[in-house]
T-cell receptor
Framework: NAGVTQTPKFRVLKTGQSMTLLCAQDMNHEYMYWYRQDPGMGLRLIHYSVGEGTTAKGEVPDGYNVSRLKKQNFLLGLESAAPSQTSVYFC???????????????????FGPGTRLTVT | GDSVTQMEGPVTLSEEAFLTINCTYTATGYPSLFWYVQYPGEGLQLLLKATKADDKGSNKGFEATYRKETTSFHLEKGSVQVSDSAVYFCVNTNAGKSTFGDGTTLTVKP
């Protein structure tokens, strides 16, 4: 299994350009996530998906869009890049199971290697 | 909403010293708790986990116990090594969403 892969690994954009980051997982996980990590900070959730065809906003969704047309892929789009979007982007996937109380228990996330994006 | 408060770093220890990194959380319902580790230039890797109260997660000599009464999940290791130098993140996962602490940078000197 390749686990979680991300393409590209590095990218430099000019302000106003657009791009799409691709995340793929081969573990049949329901949940997928996009995070950004800025120096000295933890990860902040941009968008996430709880299943094929569904997406939801996270903590910092502005300036980003996502799509999950296939269960194994989760795309992150920047329509008009800004210098404030310079960051390292991580994709992750996870699965869940039914807990004894009937609720869903989410298991650990598996992370991709990251994409380093610079916007000039 | 849910939150995670993690001990501020950086933390610098000598090899074989005892390590504690404090983590407290707020959450509705019954979250799962995790510690992840990030080595320089790499993505995050799961270090250990606990999915219900009183569970103890352990891996590679690290331990953390899910304490519901104190809403804590402190990371401990009895004897750190230089190879443990990394950034450690405490994570609260609830209803499919995760909240990360800001990370604690650990440097272990020989």
């Amino acid at each position: 299994n390749a686990g979680v892969t991300q393409t590209p690994k590095f990218r430099v954009l000019k302000t106003g350009q657009s791009m799409t980051l691709l995340c793929a997982q081969d573990m049949n996980h329901e949940y997928m996530y996009w995070y950004r990590q800025d120096p000295g900070m933890g990860l902040r959730l941009i968008h996430y998906s709880v299943g094929e065809g569904t997406t939801a906003k996270g903590e910092v969704p502005d300036g980003y869009n996502v799509s999950r047309l296939k269960k194994q892929n989760f795309l992150l789009g920047l329509e008009s890049a800004a210098p404030s979007q310079t960051s390292v982007y991580f994709c992750a996937s996870s699965y869940s199971f039914s807990g004894v109380s009937g609720g869903r228990v989410t298991y650990e996330q598996y992370f991709g290697p990251g994409t380093r994006l610079t916007v000039t | 909403g849910d939150s995670v408060t993690q001990m501020e770093g950086p933390v610098t220890l000598s090899e074989e010293a005892f390590l504690t990194i404090n983590c407290t959380y707020t959450a509705t319902g019954y979250p799962s708790l995790f510690w992840y580790v990030q080595y320089p230039g790499e993505g995050l890797q799961l270090l250990l986990k606990a999915t219900k109260a009183d569970d103890k997660g352990s891996n590679k000599g690290f331990e953390a116990t899910y304490r519901k009464e104190t809403t804590s999940f402190h990371l401990e290791k009895g004897s750190v090594q230089v190879s443990d130098s990394a950034v450690y993140f405490c994570v609260n996962t609830n209803a499919g969403k995760s909240t990360f602490g800001d990370g604690t940078t650990l440097t272990v000197k020989p």
